[in-house]
């Protein structure tokens, strides 16, 4: 229910950017290459320096190997733009906005990358941070029952996605998103798993 509702199920629609937000899963730079190569935009950003997920297991950060698996998979280096200082999603979207008025890049239309659990979180930022721009939110194509893999299990997906739910919940207020209504059945999902031991990534002093 919660892996439900973190997904937007936004249209796909011809954009000025294409900007997909690092992390430790590069399925977010194969789909941002995918969209690039389908020609849903002329322009692919990836931002990302090193996050919380990925100091241990890398050694760049993670706009920097985004971009290396998206040059793999056939897009040219030069229409790529990486932002690699910024550490959470607030400073994606506020670091991006910066490199591209340095660019002389004001693009009207965004198609937003994230991973599948972090969409609305991602979207909730972008439109706070960046309220005149159109957004669409996507992500790689996979269930939750397909996410799990070699570098992330179904255990630490759920407490990110319980984590986020929470940010969700309480973020509008301290300025970093925009409120979102939260269904009863999907917050009552929330308390369960939390009850369940689902508290890796809670926000200890709001918990």
């Given at each position: ?20 937000l690092g992390s430790h ?71 991006t906005k910066k490199l ?32 005149e721009k159109e957004v ?72």
């Open positions: 229910m919660i892996w439900e509702y973190h997904h937007l199920n936004h249209k796909l629609e011809k954009a000025d950017c294409i900007l997909a899963d590069t399925r977010v730079a194969e789909r941002g290459a995918q969209l690039f190569l389908e020609e849903w935009s002329p322009l692919l950003i990836f931002s990302g320096g090193i996050g919380r997920l990925t100091p241990e297991s890398w050694n760049e950060p993670e706009a920097d190997k985004f971009a290396k698996v998206a040059i793999e998979m056939g897009v040219p280096k030069e229409k790529i733009l990486i932002e690699n200082a910024s550490s959470n999603t607030g400073e994606n979207i506020k670091f591209l008025v340095e660019y002389g890049i004001d693009p009207k239309k965004i198609i937003l990358v994230q991973k599948p659990y972090m969409e609305r979180r991602a979207y909730a930022t972008c439109k706070k941070v960046w309220p669409i939110v996507t992500s790689p194509q996979l269930s939750f029952e397909e996410y799990p893999n070699g570098e992330i299990s179904e255990d630490e997906i759920i407490n990110i996605m319980v984590g986020d739910l929470q940010r969700i919940k309480i973020y509008p207020e301290r300025g970093f998103q925009i409120q979102q209504e939260i269904p009863d059945d999907v917050w009552t999902a929330y308390g369960q798993l939390v009850g369940a031991g689902y508290k890796e990534h809670l926000i200890k002093e709001s918990a």
